[in-house]
């Protein structure tokens, strides 16, 4: 029998491409699938060192991810937009269907010596309220400044603001209100274990995150807009509010929300994450050694911790860390990310208004800390 060989390839390339002969058969060929098992795991393999080799590449670009321009303060903030613009693509945020705040439900829970506290629902997109509690205090001026306090993993506005005790935050709500801060303690969707909270069938988080995803927005790109449109409605219709005088931290995840929130919202005039901060490069060299598994939080795109602090800049930011959070937090790493944000404040003649914090405890706040930079700078 013949067959045509092509004269650009010899006969040995034809075999290996599995090009052969006809031959005289007594049925449909057959093969145990354990004998394609190689190539299934050679597909797997090229797939992960292009992903280990992109990771790589990336981790070499952070340092220069990163390039506004430092020409003057003014020129500095022009420039910060395309970065902006970077993570509202990546986290799909604002979310479809996402409109202007409307307060739609508030409730009184109670009043005392040191403050009103109320529940508060702020329709911000189609069918979705953001929930918080916001807490007046008695002793302030006409016009006080607001403080954004963002729970952490599975926290809730309660734990934060003390109306039941969770050890970590330190009544910070309580504290905060008795010096004169009017405090607004937006909700994430996290399932408080330590409260009770059973599942909630279908709606997890990680589950909701994959639907979002689908529609074009993500869980973090729907809570950024909660609570930057929730806050810009209270300022708006709360004559109390002093708009100049917004500041916002978070514990936790609530770092993480207080680092990319201020970046995205500039009336956020001064920002103190706590307990979240890591080695941008370091993370994704560990992450291409199967060393780590990232997050969606954690970096993208080149763009990680310290850059998210670039676009706070020039506001004031305090990172706040504890000596023995270095189970969430490496502390070395911690020093080298917040060297390359307080390197950002140094080109532009501002060095003081960034400052690292490290205080002795673990993965908490150290409240009298964060409110003293808020008298500081607020």
Request: with cysteine; glycine share 8%.
């Amino acid at each position: 029998m013949k067959f045509i060989v092509h004269r650009c390839l010899p006969i040995i390339g034809l075999i290996s491409l599995g090009w052969a002969a006809e031959r005289p058969s007594a049925g449909p060929y057959r093969e145990p699938f354990a004998e394609s098992f190689p190539i299934r795991r050679e597909q797997h393999l090229q797939i992960k060192a292009y992903a280990d080799t992109l990771l790589q590449q990336q981790a070499e670009r952070a340092l220069a991810a990163f390039a506004p321009d430092y020409a003057s303060i003014p020129a500095y903030e022009r420039s910060l937009e395309r970065y902006r613009d970077q993570i509202r693509k990546f986290y799909g945020t604002p979310p479809p269907g996402a409109r202007e705040g409307r307060v739609t439900k508030l409730v009184q829970v109670a009043e005392d010596a040191d403050c009103t506290i109320f529940r508060v629902w702020i329709e911000v997109a189609d069918g979705v309220d953001a929930y918080g509690i916001l807490m007046i205090p008695k002793q302030r001026k006409p016009k006080a400044p607001l403080l954004i306090a963002q729970h952490g993993g599975g926290g809730n506005p309660e734990a934060i603001c003390d109306l039941d005790t969770r050890v970590n935050y330190h009544s910070f709500g309580r504290e905060a209100v008795k010096r004169g801060y009017i405090v607004w303690a937006p909700a994430l969707a996290m399932r408080s274990s330590y409260s009770g909270d059973e599942p909630i069938p279908g709606a997890a988080r990680e589950l909701l995150d994959q639907k979002l995803r689908l529609a074009g927005t993500s869980i973090i790109g729907l809570e950024l807009h909660k609570i930057i449109e929730s806050t810009r409605t209270l300022i708006r219709v709360r004559p109390e509010i002093d708009p100049e005088r917004v500041g916002m931290t978070g514990l936790s995840w609530g770092g993480f929300f207080t680092m990319y929130a201020s970046a995205l919202a500039p009336f956020i005039k001064v920002a103190a994450p706590s307990g979240y901060l890591r080695d941008h490069a370091k993370q994704l060299e560990r992450a291409a050694a199967d060393d780590a598994k990232l997050a969606d939080r954690e970096v993208f795109g080149g763009l990680g911790h310290f850059q998210a602090i670039g676009l706070i800049c020039p506001r004031p930011c305090m990172v706040q860390i504890g000596e023995q959070d270095g189970a969430i937090n490496p502390l070395d790493g911690v020093r080298v990310e917040a060297e390359r944000a307080a390197g950002i404040y140094r080109r532009l003649g501002i060095a003081e208004r960034f400052q690292l914090q490290v205080h002795p405890g673990g993965h908490e706040f150290d409240t009298a800390a964060i409110l003293a930079f808020f008298d500081r700078h607020l």
